[in-house]
T-cell receptor
Framework: DVKVTQSSRYLVKRTGEKVFLECVQD?????MFWYRQDPGLGLRLIYF???????EKGDIPEGYSVSREKKERFSLILESASTNQTSMYLC???????????????FGPGTRLTVT | DAKTTQPPSMDCAEGRAANLPCNHS???????VYWYRQIHSQGPQYIIH???NNETNEMASLIITEDRKSSTLILPHATLRDTAVYYC????????????FGTGTSLTVIP
């Protein structure tokens, strides 16, 4: 089974702190994604990466950065956490297209981040 | 990518079929329709996908209209464990693509 793990299930940080959220997948997937989920807004894409050291902005990249130094690991960085970044953060991975039309994203369990 | 429209919530009696509609009137010929669901406190999970033909797997059936402007996900015998948010997504398969999940339909299966 594909496994996507996230470093923490719950995290509490103070305003202005630098926050690292880590995501690791064990299936050699090319693509990795970071989403945030807020009530009434659904899942919104922050950043994604289709290869090591490659990244693309999603819908809401402001206030975030990412790092992908190894294929299996994708990090989300909040340079200076703010209270409006309190949210559930979900990481996902998928194979590259061309391996079949069943383009399935596999999600981690999520990290609930609270910024106080 | 085409935008989808789903009702925000639906109820279904346990054991009955749950029919979840999705409108995607601006879908183009090379866009697939995908359905995912998210059970509370978990990440979204793939259910089924299709292009033109109706599809069925062990979880659900997907009915796509002939003009492809709408689709329906059918859970044939809903159980309490099917209570979840269901997302309809249309997507072109290309390198580096991404999903836009939207807000989905919150399905409640009632005992």
């Amino acid at each position: 089974d594909v496994k996507v793990t996230q470093s923490s299930r719950y995290l509490v940080k103070r305003t202005g702190e630098k926050v690292f959220l880590e995501c690791v997948q064990d299936m050699d997937h090319e693509n990795m994604f970071w989403y945030r989920q807020d009530p009434g807004l659904g899942l919104r894409l922050i950043y994604f990466s289709y290869d090591v050291k490659m990244k693309e902005k999603g819908d809401i990249p402001e206030g975030y950065s990412v790092s992908r130094e190894k294929k299996e690991r994708f990090s989300l960085i909040l340079e200076s956490a703010s209270t409006n970044q309190t949210s559930m953060y979900l990481c996902a991975s998928s194979l590259e297209v061309g391996t079949g039309e069943k383009y399935e994203q596999y999600f981690g369990p999520g990290t609930r981040l609270t910024v106080t | 990518d085409a935008k989808t429209t789903q009702p925000p919530s639906m109820d279904c009696a346990e054991g009955r079929a749950a029919n979840l509609p999705c409108n995607h009137s601006t879908i183009s010929g090379n866009e697939y329709v995908y359905w995912y669901r998210q059970i509370h406190s978990q990440g979204p999970q793939y259910i089924i996908h299709g292009l033109k033909n109706n599809e069925t797997n062990e979880m659900a059936s997907l009915i796509i209209t002939e003009d492809r402007k709408s689709s329906t996900l059918i859970l044939p015998h809903a159980t309490l464990r099917d209570t979840a948010v269901y997302y309809c997504i249309v997507r072109v398969l290309r390198t580096g693509n991404q999903f836009y999940f939207g807000t989905g339909t919150s399905l409640t299966v009632i005992p």
